[in-house]
Structure formats: C-alpha cells, structure tokens
C-alpha cells in the first residue's frame, strides 16, 4: 500500500509570492492534517480536512488556507509568504482522524523563503 | 536534510543498551498517545500507541509506559541499535477527533 505523497518535497520562493503544497494521503484515508515544522517551534497543527471539509483549524494567519478534493487528495496554499514561513510542511493521513487512529505522515515538503 | 530542531534535549546511548526516552504531556483530558520517530530528512514514523485505559503496551523492542497521575509517557527501546538514532516525539490527542498535539522531541543517538 503506497504512503502519503507530498509533493514537492523542495520548494524555493521569494517574499510576497504564493505557493501551493498537495498531499495525496494513503487509499482509504479521509482525514488530512498539516503540520508546520520549524527549529524553534517544534511540529505545529495547522488544520485538518475530512470529507472535503475543515474540521479543525490551528492558529496561524489567514495567509494560510487548505482544500480538500472528493479523492481525499489535499492542497495548502500559503499567501504573500514571509520569511519566517520558511519550515518543513508534513501532511498526516488516517482513516477516522482524532481519537484512536495512527496518523501516517509524509516525506514533507521543505519550502525556503528568500 | 535537517528537518528538526537543533537545541533539542539529546540521549546517547551505547549500541545494545536499553534507552528510556521521556515524555510529559499537556492536557490531563488526553486519551490517546503515540510516539514517533523522524530521521533526518524524512518525515515522523508511527512507532507505537496507547490509549488512557492502559499504563503500558509493548512492541517489537520498545514499550510504551504512560502514567495518568502526573501525565508523563515514556518510550523504551530495548537493544538499542544504530538505526534507531533519531528524533522521537510523543504526541497526545484529546477524544473528539482533535489534532494530535506534539511534544518538543528527543534526539537519540547511539554510539556504536
């Protein structure tokens, strides 16, 4: 059974553009969540889609928004990026999400902002 | 590449010694724990499970111990080898379908 795909797994943008990171989550799982990893924060929630909906939102900027497809398949966008945006964006599948369920991570997709 | 932290608190351990990785937890209403391992350049790997009606669960060569009273979890790799050199993170997760919530992460190195 494939894993979770994210693509791409490196990304360099300058200040001020947008950039749009997908997650193709493992057959079967209806639950995608984002995670921005940084040095000094540590791995942190950014939201999570199941069904094509937003079920549950971390605290970050508006500037940082997400989409879910009816394959489950998921994209995040982030807008007029900082430099401080610069992290390793993780995706994690499960099947349910929440409670009792293994959630699978991908590779991440390490983007730089210059 | 690097996709942790670079002040994380750090164990080294000889290669065939057991390591204990400690973890405490936030939230006195989180009912469900894993932990996770990330090697360089990769993203976290489920590892192990447990949820608040068991203190401990056992694996292939790592035990999970987790005590309610004062909210700590912790790993135990038996036989540590040097593939298990690493970051490990707990996370925890409140029931009704919350985000897990991650802790800062442990880096374990072994020396061979």
């Known amino acids: 059974k494939a894993g979770v795909t994210q693509t791409p797994r490196y990304l360099i943008k300058t200040r001020g553009q947008q950039v749009t990171l997908s997650c193709s989550p493992i057959?079967?799982?209806?639950?995608v969540s984002w995670y921005q990893q940084t040095p000094g924060q540590g791995l942190q929630f950014l939201f999570e889609?199941?069904?094509?909906?937003?079920?549950n939102k971390g605290n970050f900027p508006g500037r940082f928004s997400g989409r879910q497809f009816s394959n489950s398949r998921s994209e995040m966008n982030v807008s007029t990026l900082e430099l401080g945006d610069s992290a390793l964006y993780l995706c994690?599948?499960?099947?349910?999400?929440?409670?009792?369920?293994?959630?699978?991570f991908g590779q991440g997709t390490r983007l730089t902002v210059v | 590449g690097e996709s942790v932290g670079l002040h994380l608190p750090t164990l080294s351990v000889q290669e065939g010694d057991n390591s204990i990785i400690n973890c405490a937890y936030s939230?006195?209403?989180?009912?469900?724990f894993i932990w996770y391992k990330q090697e360089s350049g990769k993203g976290p790997q489920f590892i192990i499970d447990?949820?608040?009606?068991?203190d401990k669960r056992q694996g292939q060569r790592v035990t999970v111990l987790l005590n309610k009273t004062v909210k700590h979890l912790s790993l135990q790799i038996a036989a540590t080898q040097p593939g298990d050199s690493a970051v490990y993170f707990c996370?925890?997760?409140?029931?009704?379908?919350?985000?897990?919530?991650f802790g800062k992460g442990t880096r374990l190195s072994v020396i061979a």
């Open positions: 996370a925890e997760n409140i029931a009704g379908n919350t985000p897990l919530v």
């Open positions: 994690a599948s499960s099947f349910w999400g929440g409670t009792n369920t293994e959630a699978f």
């Open positions: 889609y199941f069904s094509e909906t937003q079920r």
């Open positions: 939230n006195s209403a989180s009912d469900y």
């Open positions: 057959s079967g799982h209806r639950s």
């Open positions: 447990i949820r608040s009606n068991m």
